[in-house]
């Protein structure tokens, strides 16, 4: 079992790592049909004045870049290197699907629905045991980074249990745009994060397949707050504070399509819409229909269908019911 004992010295998949030394560690766990080995690397970085643990991953789907993309920026700019406790870094989880771009494992299945796992399952079940064995002990606070699948982008957000106090209070530290309940989902790595008593931060922004500027950054920002707010953040590191506290968000509704056709946005995503205002128009391809998308209520608007084409009864606007910064 993964630990860190009397003398400050962690123990993790059958390494020690001692305190003021950093560690890249292959995670390995099956064999493509070549018997090629793939390794997930996981990177450590360990101060010698003891603190907390915190585990940031990315990639569960390893189709989701932007991601990939934050964790990367947080271990390249040095921000992974702590003046005090430790950070474990996993960019890619899934290394699978991210060298294919697809979301699931090699096994059709949802690395993010197989948790904690089993020794003696399928390839995602024995890879979800592993890692929630071996790995995810020994971590205090876990940071787990996600995009909107296909082309549905997502406003910067964390995403907390409503029931979570202290998840709560790391998320107006994290101050995203925005900060929105939602229920913890059966078998997922973050139900099982909360199973072994660790608080954990979802964050969710960007779309599959894509790299955007501004959502790594709201993500590399959020991170050097957390860092900072826990006493880990090296002095060279400046932390930029928003020119708003997070917008908590309760309650959403999916708008939905009322014609098949082109979709064309109207609005930038994470925009504040008034009921009845002008968001999108869903046109033919042939120059004879156009329909106006107006919202049916005021909210912000969280998530974005950015697929050139919808059909009827397609999701094209996550907006909120209401919102606070209370």
């Known amino acids: 079992m993964p630990h860190i004992d009397s003398k400050n010295v962690m123990h993790i998949l059958d390494r020690k790592v001692f305190p003021g ?4 560690i292959n995670f390995n766990t ?12 996981i990177i450590i970085d360990r101060a010698k004045k003891p603190g907390p643990v915190l585990l940031i991953t990315a990639g569960i789907h390893g189709d989701e870049i932007n991601g990939v993309e934050t964790v990367r920026q947080f271990i390249s700019k040095g921000i992974n290197k702590p003046s005090r406790g430790t950070t474990i870094c996993v960019p890619v989880l899934n290394v699978f699907g991210f060298l294919n771009m697809t979301r699931e494992f090699p096994d059709g299945r949802d690395l993010n629905r197989m948790f904690p796992g089993s020794k003696k399952g399928a390839l995602a079940s024995r890879f979800a045991y592993q890692f929630a064995s071996e790995i995810l002990p020994v971590a205090d606070y876990c940071f787990d980074f996600h995009t909107g699948g296909a082309s549905r982008f997502n406003a910067a957000q964390i995403r907390i249990d409503k029931t979570d106090e202290r998840g709560e209070e790391l998320a107006r530290i994290f101050n995203a745009p925005f900060t929105v309940y939602s229920s913890t989902i059966k078998n997922s ?7 072994q008593g660790k608080t954990v931060l979802l964050f969710e922004g960007g779309k599959s397949k894509d790299n955007n500027k501004e959502i790594s950054k709201h993500g590399v920002d ?19 504070d928003p020119a708003e506290n997070t917008k908590f968000i309760s309650s959403t509704y999916w708008m939905r399509a009322k014609y098949s056709g082109l979709l064309h946005i109207k609005i930038p995503i994470g925009k504040f819409v008034e009921k009845g205002e002008f968001i999108a128009t869903i046109t033919d391809p042939y120059g004879s229909f ?12 969280i998530n974005a269908n950015q ?6 009864g ?3 606007f996550h907006v909120s019911k209401e919102a606070t910064d209370a």
């Open 21 to 24: 030394e950093k560690a890249r």
């Open 30 to 41: 099956a064999k493509l049909y070549t018997t090629t080995v793939v390794e997930v690397p």
């Open 189 to 195: 790595y973050r139900m099982t994060c909360v199973k």
């Open 222 to 240: 959020g991170l050097k707050r957390i860092m900072k707010h826990f006493d880990m953040l090296k002095s060279n590191f400046e932390v930029e």
């Open 290 to 301: 156009r329909h106006k998308v107006k919202a049916p209520n005021k909210g912000y608007v």
């Open 307 to 312: 697929s050139p084409i919808v059909y009827q």
């Open 314 to 316: 397609d999701a094209i």
